[in-house]
């Protein structure tokens, strides 16, 4: 079983709400990842989790804000959003976050959260 | 800066052709290759991975590594109008951090 899960599938929240991104694994890894993207354009790299400790932090805003519970979920916790900010927020997991290896690497993504900032 | 180019797109073949997508990158230290295959709207699933120079098929699919040129590819035989999608290039390096290729549309005429 390769399944990431995402809740919500869909996000409409205005500039001034607070809202979360929910992402669950059940797969044994221990590397979870945030990427944005936007039409059109490749997923874009936000965060790293690996083995429940922020590793890769891409200088995203503040306005996002990562939280990983524990090995099997990932959080993005979302304040103070832009319209700039609407896109499909995507989750994936990992075996491992050090690489070295194919199978260690393989990232697999969730469905995505399409967000809708107004 | 680490790159990964994927050859221009549209691509357009007719059904029953091979569809052939390719990929150079720029960091030497790359380790694990990846495709992905995003359909409009969707997230990205992942085709195929490989790791070690040569040829890696799964049924109509082939990955093809050559870590000397720098250059991996995909080829899709068979094609059908379902492989109609986005296909997206990618790496690893040393820290497992993905880098995606800016994606290439392939379109399956009937």
């Known amino acids: 079983d390769t399944e990431v899960t995402q809740t919500p599938k869909h996000l409409v929240m205005g500039m001034t709400n607070k809202k979360s991104l929910k992402c669950e694994q059940h797969?044994?890894?221990?590397?979870m990842y945030w990427y944005k993207q936007k039409a059109k354009k490749p997923p874009e790299l936000m965060f790293v989790?690996?083995?429940?400790?922020?590793?890769i932090n891409e200088s995203v805003p503040s306005r996002f804000s990562p939280e990983c519970p524990n090995s099997s979920l990932l959080n993005l916790h979302l304040h103070a959003l832009q319209p700039e900010d609407s896109a499909l927020y995507l989750c994936?997991?990992?075996?491992?976050?050090?690489?070295?290896?194919?199978?260690?690497?393989?990232?697999?993504f969730g469905p995505g959260t399409r967000l809708t900032v107004l | 800066q680490k790159e990964v180019e994927q050859n221009s797109g549209p691509l357009s073949v007719p059904e029953g052709a091979i569809a052939s997508l390719n990929c150079t990158y720029s960091?030497?230290?790359?380790?694990?290759f990846f495709w992905y295959r995003q359909y409009s709207g969707k997230s990205p699933e992942l085709i195929m991975s490989?790791?070690?120079?040569g040829d890696k098929e799964d049924g109509r699919f082939t990955a093809q590594l050559n870590k000397a040129s720098q250059y991996v590819s995909l080829l899709i035989r068979d094609s059908q109008p379902s492989d109609s999608a986005t296909y997206l290039c990618?790496?690893?390096?040393?820290?497992?951090?993905?880098?995606f290729g800016k994606g290439i549309t392939l379109s399956v005429r009937p």
């Open positions: 989790y690996s083995y429940e400790k922020l590793s």
């Open positions: 490989i790791y070690s120079n």
């Open positions: 990618s790496h690893t390096g040393a820290n497992s951090k993905l880098t």
């Open positions: 797969m044994g890894h221990r590397a």
């Open positions: 994936a997991s990992s075996q491992d976050g050090g690489g070295g290896n194919e199978f260690a690497d393989t990232q697999y």
């Open positions: 960091d030497r230290g790359s380790q694990s």
